[in-house]
Structures are given as C-alpha cells and as structure tokens.
C-alpha cells in the first residue's frame, strides 16, 4: 500500500531540469532543514563522486543529480555519517537501491535515521564508471550495467523514510520534476518545502506511476531471461561449476567493500579463524593432493550469502568491483532472490519489516 | 576418489549440549547400536552454528553435516533452535540455487532422552549418504 502523499510540482526553467533540482537542494541546506547535504558530484571530468557539501553554492555549481553513473552505492557512507547519533541531520539524495541499502543499515543498527533526510530519486540506470571516465563527455552510447539492466525498482521504495521522493520517470517532455512529500516527514521539513511554492498536482504523479509500471514490465522480462542465462552457464555443474566461475578469485575482498549491506563492521575472514598454522594447510593439502592459496574462495562467497543475501540489494556494486571481472553479481543475484523470496523479505521496503534472521514463527520451514 | 563400494561416509555432527549431545551420550550408555560414521561437536545451542561452519565442513570433504537440536519450545536459550531453522532454511537455498545441493546437511531436533532417535538418525544419514556418494569435494583442490 501506498502511503498518501502530498504531490507537488518542481517547475523546471530553461538551465534545465539538473539546474532546478541542485537549486532546490541548495535551497535545503540554506534554510536550516539539514546541516550538510549528501550528493553526487563530478569531481575532475568523467569521475563522480559524493560530496557532503556544507556550502549551497558548492551544490549549485557542482551538483550531478542525474548522472548516470554510480561511483559506490551511497547507502553505506550516509549511514557512517549518522552512525555515532549525531546532533542535527543530514540530507542525502540517493537512487532507489542506496535509499535501500540504507535502510537495511537502519534495521542493522548502523545508522540512526532521526538524523537523515533522504531524498530519494527515480533512476533508470547507471553505467559503468571506466566507461564512463574513458567515453566523458559522450557518454550517451553507454550500455547500462547488468545489474541495471534487470533492475525492477526504478524508483525509491515510497515507504523507506519519512522523507521527499523526486521523480522524473515517464516525466521526460514535462519542464517538471515531481516532487512527494511521504506523509511522516518532519512538519518543520514539509512546511519549509511548503514555502517553496510548489503547485500541487497529481496528474504528473499518475503519468509518472504508469511509465514506472511499464518500465518494470519490460524489465522484469529480462530478469527473467538474465537467471535463466545465469543457471544455464553453469549447466547443472554442481559444486564444480561454481568452483570454476570464481576460480579467478584472488581473495581481495574488493566485492565485500563495495558491498553496502556487507554489514559486520570486522569481517571473519581478516580475523584469526584463517589465519592457519602450518600443520593445518598441509593436513588439508594431504587430504586433497594440494589445496589453491590464497583459498577458502568458495568458503567466503558462499558464507557472504549466507550472511547478506536477505538484504541483497541487486545493486551490483559487488561486481564492479571485482577486478578480475568475475560475474559477481548473477550469482548473487540468484542466491539473492532465492533467499529473499523463502522468507517473504522484500529488502530496504520499510522500516517496519523484521530482519528474518532477528525472528521467526514456530510454525514455518517444516520438515526442516 | 573414494569409490562407492564399501564407502563410509563421514558425518560431522554440530550437536546442542542441552538436548542431542545429550541424546547421543545416552544412545551410547544404553547400548545403542549405530554406525560409527558421526564426528560429535558438542555445542551451546544449535543456534550458535554459524553456516560457516556448516560450509566448511562440506568444503573440506565432510559426507554429511548434521545439526542437532531441541525440540521446538525447549531451547534452553528460548529460540536458539528456531532462529538455527531460519539460517539452515536460507543455507539450503544457497546451496541449491548453485547446484551444490542441499541433501547433505541435516538439521533434526532430537531431546535428551531420544538416545533411539539419534541412533536411528544416524543410521537413516548414513543410509542417505551412501546413496548419495562421496562429497567432490575430497578430491577439489580449487575451492
Ligand atoms: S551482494 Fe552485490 S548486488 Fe547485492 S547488495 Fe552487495 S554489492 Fe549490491
Ligand atoms: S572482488 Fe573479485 S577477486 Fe576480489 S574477493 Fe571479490 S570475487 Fe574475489
Ligand atoms: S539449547 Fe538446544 S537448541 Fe538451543
């Protein structure tokens, strides 16, 4: 169920619908409603990056709303700035699977969410940084990543945060951005935008929900036909088929990083536990006739989605950051939703949704 | 590889210091015939195997991976056993999302005083196992 909102119109002048937004979200941090604003900026040409902008004139000269490009899934960086409950708030304007992540990192208790205004933005895609850094400014002939590719939440879960949603989808011939109000924002927060003098206006809201419809659609064919492909690859393999698609796998633990809902703030693989003694590697090695080095590779990706898999947030952050090109992310992916939907957990949906591993029901998963 | 004629399977055993351990001891005590294929770790509650542990074992050549637990209700630590049903419920998908499988992991609730039970439930893995045939990963170096 959607929650009510206060839908309200963006009006867009001739400096373009970019211009507007980082105005309005300038206009934010000039009247108080948050102490620094989070946004995604071009730091040397072709490189984004976030910034954590103090000053609004900062944010209109340098703000990148609608790149398409994602340089690290926000998610988990905003939740470290309001991790150690803060005084004041922070604003933050993330896409549909950072303002998801972050809310797996709430229900984990690592980031305080009194102290957040998120401002949640539609996003159709992102591609892939190298490219985009090689291909800046013509970037327009980009392909989208594959995780975007088969994304199926274009738009910020409405009901994650008691915040603002900007949305653009189905809007492209519109000199408008929508701009909804979720029902729980802060009064003092809404009354300001309020001021703004913003129209109000659900038929934009209506278009925008249709085109949003149809997109999901279109991508959840090519979800489909992405597992399909992805279990085909492995071709009823077994344990030695994945054994051989992480072969490459060097143990850098690059996709744990990249990874926002990777949530244990010390990992068990840096940990003692595999740290072995001498003795222990050649038991393993006589058994096996020799064992790979560095290894326990199977081990640590089958033991990350075992731990995370729940709060997959399919942003493919994981697989970008393989540098040995691993597919990363049709495994996890898979594993994700296998796991998601045994549980009925929709991750990053609501606050109010239990982590399935901090409960249960005593009558479920029998025989076990 | 182990052939499968004559092939034992091992079994390692993650079992509830309050309930199976228990149970297994008294299967024991009383006499129970059962085969001798189970490497016992005894365990505060079923709730505390992390799948890590569960995946290591099948990772290092284990046959089987057996998980024993209280009776729903009986947890001394309240919802341990639960809590351990959930996580072995999500380890199983991983693993048959992969094409791995999951028949090799068994999770059973068995109380103290089900010394039979636990014979019985060794006797039955055993069984399964031998049907199954040797893990592949013995003789995997690249996992
Ligand atoms: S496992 Fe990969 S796709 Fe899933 S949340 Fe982590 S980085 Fe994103
Ligand atoms: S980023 Fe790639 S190489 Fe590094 S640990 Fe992950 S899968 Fe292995
Ligand atoms: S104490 Fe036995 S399962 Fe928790």
């Not at chain 1, 206060?6 to 948050?34: H, Q």
């Not at chain 1, 040409?45 to 994602?70: Q, S």
Request: hydrophobic share 40%.
């Amino acid at each position: 169920m959607t929650p009510a909102m206060n839908n309200l119109v963006m009006p867009v002048g001739e400096e373009g619908k970019a211009k507007a937004l980082s105005g309005f979200l300038a206009r934010l941090l000039e009247l108080g409603v948050v102490d620094s604003m989070v946004l995604p900026v071009m730091t040397v040409p072709g490189i984004m990056t976030y910034l954590m902008a103090r000053d609004p004139e900062l944010i209109r000269e340098k703000a990148e709303p609608f790149a398409a490009v994602m340089p690290v899934n926000a998610g988990s960086p905003v939740a470290r700035t309001v991790s150690k409950k803060p005084r004041g708030r922070i604003g933050a304007l993330l896409k549909p699977c950072e303002v998801r992540a972050l809310v797996e990192l709430v229900k984990l208790k690592q980031a305080s969410p009194d102290n957040l205004l998120i401002i949640g933005i539609d996003c159709t895609g992102t591609v892939d940084r190298n490219e985009y850094k090689k291909a800046y400014p013509d970037t327009s002939h980009l392909d989208l990543r594959e995780a975007c590719k088969v994304c199926l939440n274009p738009s910020p879960p409405d009901t994650a945060f008691p915040g603002i949603n900007i949305g653009h989808i189905g809007l492209d011939d519109e000199d408008a951005l929508l701009v909804s109000l979720s029902t729980g924002l802060d009064p003092g927060v809404a009354a300001v935008v309020e001021e703004l003098g913003f129209e109000s206006d659900g038929s934009l809201a209506d278009r925008r929900r249709s085109a949003i419809a149809a997109l999901r659609e279109e991508r959840d064919c090519a979800h489909r036909e992405f597992f399909l492909n992805s279990r085909a690859e492995q071709n009823g393999g077994g344990i030695e088929s994945i054994a051989r698609l992480l072969a490459a796998c060097t143990g850098c633990r690059n996709c744990r990083v990249a990874c926002p809902v990777c949530y244990c703030r010390e990992c068990i693989f840096d940990g003692d536990v595999f740290d072995y003694e001498t003795r222990q590697l050649l038991r393993r090695a006589d058994r096996k006739g020799g064992i790979k080095i560095p290894g326990d590779t199977l081990l640590y990706h089958l033991t990350r989605m075992n731990h995370m898999s729940l709060s997959c947030v399919a942003c493919g952050m994981c697989q970008d950051a393989c540098p040995e090109n691993i597919n990363l992310f049709s495994l996890f992916a898979r594993v994700a939703d296998r796991t998601q939907s045994l549980l009925e957990y929709v991750p990053g949906r609501s606050q109010e949704d239990a982590l399935p591993f901090t409960t249960f029901r005593e009558d479920e998963l029998e025989p076990r | 590889m182990e052939s499968s004629v004559g092939f034992e399977p091992k079994i390692v055993a993650f079992l509830c210091n309050w309930c199976t351990y228990t149970g297994a001891d008294l299967a024991g005590v009383s006499r129970i015939q059962y085969p001798s294929n189970v490497r016992p770790i005894r365990v505060m509650c079923s709730g505390s195997v992390d799948p890590m542990y569960i995946l290591k074992a099948l990772l290092d050549g284990a046959d089987g991976v057996l998980i024993g637990g209280c009776h729903g209700g009986d947890c001394h630590y309240v919802n341990g056993n639960y809590k351990a049903r959930r996580r072995i419920a999500v380890l199983r998908e991983v693993l048959d999302e992969l094409g791995i499988g999951s028949e090799r992991v068994w999770f059973r609730f068995i109380s103290a005083s089900e010394g039979a039970l636990f014979a019985d439930t060794v006797k039955e893995m055993v069984d399964s196992l031998k049907s199954l045939g040797p893990n592949p990963t013995k003789a995997m170096w690249i996992t």
